[in-house]
């Protein structure tokens, strides 16, 4: 296939990447497809923050919090306004590591691997929405899903699973095998009657690995459910080494031989949820999955099946091996036909806009109420299934409106003595139609150029 | 059916020979455009996603099994602090419910308590997508059924808005609705529109939104002012205090001040969206989502997670009932959710993913009238899969009830165009 190298690089850097930054495509002009592969690393996707602060010291730092308001609302202090205090909280360190990774991603040369890891953040949704989880975000991201988003997906799986914000997210850290010992012994204090709690279990299959067209049924989810059990975190209160981690508790796991999907789990402890999440992984329905998702990221909100057939190919004969996916991402025609079918999220709009007129946010106030007007506050998806795909969604009239207001407001800022012509050569290249160059051209300020180049269809889509 | 063709049906009829085409709206809407007043007539759509917990919403305090299964989630019966508002015998409506419960008092508003769409997989996502869709299956369409509704009424006549900065499912389609939230409007370089327009010429999807985007804001002028107007009165369904006392869900953090900040806010969306639906010319169907109702754990009984989140809606619906003014009489809302939850309280104080749940009905055109469809109870051999509230009311029976007798769509158009192949669900009776 044959096609042009400008082209190629504009949709490398916009389909693939997050939108080029100024002299960007002119880089990757000579082998876009080898600028792509060469972001694949092992060692998984950049850090936004040299030493981020880690989900464990964010709990125990979120529990002392709670202690200090509860003791300044026993001592009737005037000046402990509860939610100013959360507010500071949550600003100062969930913003922060928005900010941060807003950083990141308008910064970046390697901005394939940032996409990347942003497609798999997505993909295991933690969502800030929840009070418990919303100081952990960020950790989550960096913990469980960074390090991992180039190798095998089981090891992607185990650890977003385990992490104490999948646990508190969705609700695995109380849940009691309700014939455990944990849970008699509660019967006998009296206490309220402990036990199950199958959020994680059902959405772990249908949102994270099988998919909801797997065939499993109820007595599946609850089945995983009651091998689940057990995965839980360590007591605030607990010594260092265990506080605010991971803990398997074996006096909350329910006994027993588990059944899911046809095939036995012998009683295990915490190897009997491992076991599970093993063969999820490998099932051929998740290849089709992620498959699916990928392609529907990627390419388009109705992605060509030839593609997503190559994509579970190759999970399939790699055992999973998202590095691999990746390659045959890149490699693959159908990824690379020149007509734009993503309709660009608001955050990867703004983080375009961002690369394309070369500056990055300094605050969280310049990120967090644009992206919460136009539907995509920081780190709060609505539900564990993430941000939605299709750009209907987000092509709402009222959205627009909003996407217009603020390219207006970026350009005021960041247009002084700047050249939008050019601008806008270097960030669409190729994609640069004769319309919209006339159009900027005959701009009557700098910043309607600019304006109208953010606007324009072809910056709007991917 | 076989109405006269009206002087606008006649007029699209004429088009139709022109080669602009025909669809299977037609009957539908000449059957719309030939009820008298129907042009008055207002519709809103509440979706609150995640799985709202009928039985928390619409307590059935009456029921001799209610108490046990709920445990520490129950709501205490009528009379008790922090009980259920009284209803009937054996329904009441939850404390935060307090201006529905107004209502209720006035015949202005009803309870479907076991009400279900056709999916039974338990998954948020698909589940939400049959009650958008119309269709039997999630994916079964691309379209909304409120979308599909609006086309069988003919696109002329009635215009819709959704509220919140994304397009829901339920309204999406060939006909084209605005979509408002709060926060836009600033002064700007007035050139840009007319060039953006224009650079949208072949952009169908860009281009429409902008246009309908543009002519919200105007309105949007307009409705504010509006709601800023109807909510100088004082709040006189304070009855929802004690919701605004809710316990956040981590360690019992109290976010009081947080809520009390919420409502106000909440009530003036209901006003604003109320503000859109009254003016001239302004939209008569609306769609407007509400999330968080996946309360796996520590869900609360008269107050905590689950109760914050029912005194938003309440204050939403009490704001919109108020700021239609004397529109109300001829509007109906609907809320409803994609499923409702386990009967038993689970092992974490909250409740997992079930089957029927509570549809609220509110309006001054609804028909005065105890519960719509049967309450199944919840003994123990009653109960759907031995844990769910059993749905005894097709989701689609009450939507199409709902859009025969207050819009004036046609059985056929409802069985074939807006919930395609249900010729065998009827439109529930009785309820507008």
Partial sequence: MALDKNLAAAIAATRFGLGARPGQLERIAADPRGWLSSQITAAGADQPQPAPQSSQARLLEFRAFQRQRQQAKAAGDPKSDPVKMVAKLLRRETGGDFLARVGLATTTDADFRERWA???????????TKLQTATIVGPFEAEAIRPNVFGPFEHLLVASTSHPAMLLYLDQAQS????????????????????????????????HTVGVGAGYTQ????????????????????????????????????????????????QGGMQQGLAVLKDLAASPHTAHHLGFEIARHFVADDPPPTLVAKLERTYLDTGGDLGDVARTL?????????????????????????????VSPQSLREVAPVLNGMGQRPFSAPSPKGWPEAGETWCAPDAVIKRVVWSEQLAARSMRGRDPNELAREALGARLTPLVAKTISRAETREEGLAILLMSPEFQRR | MTQALTALSRRRALLAGLGFGLTIDFLGRSAFAAAAGVGRRRLVVVICRGGMDGLSVSPPVGDPDYAS???????????????????????????????????????????APAVATPDRERSHFEAQDVLENGATTAYGAET????????????????????????????????????WSPGTGAERDPRLPGILQDLYADDPMLGKALASGLATEAMAKVATADAREALVQPDAMSGADGAMTAQADAGGAPLRPVLRQGLPIARRLGATLAG??????????AAVSLDGFDTHANQGSSQGQLATRLAYLDAVLGGLAEGMGPVWKHTVVVAATEFGRTARVNGTAGTDHGTASTALLLGGALRRGGIVGDWPTLAPARLFENRDTFPTLDMRGLFKGLLAGHLGLDRRALDTAVFPGTAAVAPTAGVV
């Fill in chain 2, 276 to 285: 859109f639906m009254v003016q001239e010319g302004g939209p008569q169907v």
């Fill in chain 1, 176 to 207: 009691i095998g309700p014939d455990s010992r944990a849970a008699m012994f509660l019967d006998r204090r009296g206490k309220r009657k402990a036990g199950l709690n199958e959020n994680l279990a059902r959405e772990a299959m249908e949102l």
């Fill in chain 1, 219 to 266: 007595a599946d989810v609850t089945e995983f459910a009651r091998a689940l059990t057990g995965w839980s975190i360590g007591g605030l209160k607990a010594p260092d080494d265990i506080a605010g981690r991971f803990l398997f508790r074996p006096g909350a796991h329910e006994p027993g031989v588990r059944t899911i999907m046809g095939r036995r789990y012998p």
């Fill in chain 1, 118 to 128: 942003l497609f798999w953040c997505n993909h295991f949704t933690v969502s800030a």
């Fill in chain 2, 144 to 179: 909304g059924w409120l979308n599909r509704a609006l086309q069988a009424i003919g696109p002329t006549q009635v215009k819709a808005i959704s509220v919140g900065p994304t397009a829901p499912l339920i309204l999406r389609g060939p006909i084209e609705a605005a979509s």
């Fill in chain 1, 330 to 358: 890149v490699a693959a025609p159908e990824a690379w036909q020149p007509a734009q079918r993503k309709f660009k999220t608001p955050y990867e709009f703004l983080v375009s806009s961002w690369r394309a007129a070369s």
């Fill in chain 2, 69 to 111: 299964l709920r445990g520490t989630i129950a709501i205490p019966p009528f009379g008790a602090p922090g009980g259920a508002l009284k209803l009937d015998d054996t329904f009441g409506l939850h404390p935060a419910l307090a201006s529905v419960h107004a209502l209720a008092q006035k015949g202005e508003a009803r309870i």
